[in-house]
């Protein structure tokens, strides 16, 4: 790992390097990840010796764009993860030590910016590669079960419970936040019409667990309310049609959408948009 980067036991942001020159639109992995992005150690029977347990480490991102993942990997795993279907979609996974570790090196030049969630994750799962890295064999076998069993824990609370230590937000320039916020949307934003009485209204959304990014979001785009629905989620959501036509073209132009299918809908609601200019109800829109 590179060597700005430390167990994450004690804080969730890492030190950038000021020297370091860094591509500002690599964040937008970052908030990919923060997005898409579950953690594991995976506990499995080793028969040899008898009763002993091994572990696996793994980083996972999920996502329906296989041709985003292929990009995923080659930048960010640098071409070690492996695409797998699942229902619906397609899991990216970085598996093993050596694979992991390219993953949190990448994540510590360009970490996640704000998530109460990833950041854990990430934190945790350092931990977890430092000390399997550091008690090889089976000579504490005892002690490592203890110390995995721990980790594994804390990752299924944050799973289940969203039970996470507070991070600090990394200092990022406005580039770096903006791209970041991109990743995010390609993993979890909505944006089209939908049913207001008899109208159709524009709407612009995201909705996770984190309430950091959402508040992220309306603290960087100036617009929009938050809310928190039954299901537990944080939700944004913006429905000016003047101020969604910005949007529009900050995601389209200025930081790009990947996810081809969230380009093509985010591309079809500003033309929507720029086409009923003149129509503020938006009344008789028609997708």
């Known amino acids: 790992m590179s060597k700005n980067a430390s167990s994450g036991s004690d804080s969730c942001r890492k030190p950038g390097n000021p020297q370091e020159t860094l591509k500002e639109d690599n964040f937008y992995y970052a908030g990919f990840f923060a997005a898409e992005m579950t953690c594991s150690v995976i506990k499995a029977a080793n028969y040899n010796p008898a009763g002993h347990y091994y572990y696996a480490?793994?980083?996972?991102?999920?996502?329906?764009d296989r041709s985003l993942l292929q990009n995923v990997n080659e930048v960010v795993m640098k071409g070690g993860g492996i695409i797998s279907p699942v229902k619906g979609a397609f899991n990216l996974s970085a598996r093993g030590?050596?694979?992991?570790?390219?993953?949190?090196?990448?994540?510590?030049?360009?970490?996640?910016?704000?998530?109460?969630?990833?950041?854990?994750?990430?934190?945790?799962?350092?931990?977890?590669?430092?000390y399997l890295e550091a008690h090889r064999g089976s000579s504490e076998h005892r002690k490592k079960i203890e110390v995995m069993d721990?980790?594994?824990?804390?990752?299924?609370?944050?799973?289940?419970?969203?039970?996470?230590?507070?991070?600090?937000?990394?200092?990022?320039?406005?580039?770096?936040?903006?791209?970041?916020?991109?990743?995010?949307?390609?993993?979890?934003?909505?944006?089209?019409?939908?049913?207001?009485?008899?109208?159709?209204?524009?709407?612009f959304a995201v909705a996770m667990k984190d309430k950091k990014i959402i508040e992220l979001f309306r603290k960087y785009l100036q617009h929009g309310n938050v809310r928190r629905r039954k299901d537990g989620l944080y939700h944004y959501e913006i429905n000016h049609s003047q101020v969604l036509k910005k949007i529009c073209k900050l995601f389209?132009?200025?930081?790009?959408?990947?996810?081809?299918?969230?380009?093509?809908?985010?591309?079809?609601?500003q033309r929507i948009l720029n086409d009923y200019t003149q129509n503020p109800s938006l009344s008789k829109v028609r997708e």
């Open 57 to 64: 480490i793994d980083i996972t991102v999920t996502n329906k």
């Open 252 to 269: 389209l132009t200025r930081y790009p959408l990947r996810h081809a299918r969230q380009r093509e809908r985010m591309a079809k609601l």
């Open 97 to 130: 030590k050596n694979r992991v570790r390219v993953v949190l090196d990448f994540l510590d030049r360009y970490p996640i910016i704000i998530g109460d969630f990833a950041k854990n994750r990430v934190a945790l799962l350092k931990d977890a590669l430092l």
């Open 150 to 203: 721990v980790i594994r824990k804390k990752l299924r609370r944050i799973k289940e419970f969203g039970t996470a230590k507070s991070c600090s937000q990394e200092r990022a320039g406005k580039n770096s936040i903006g791209y970041f916020l991109a990743g995010v949307l390609d993993g979890e934003g909505s944006f089209g019409f939908k049913k207001s009485g008899n109208r159709r209204q524009p709407y």
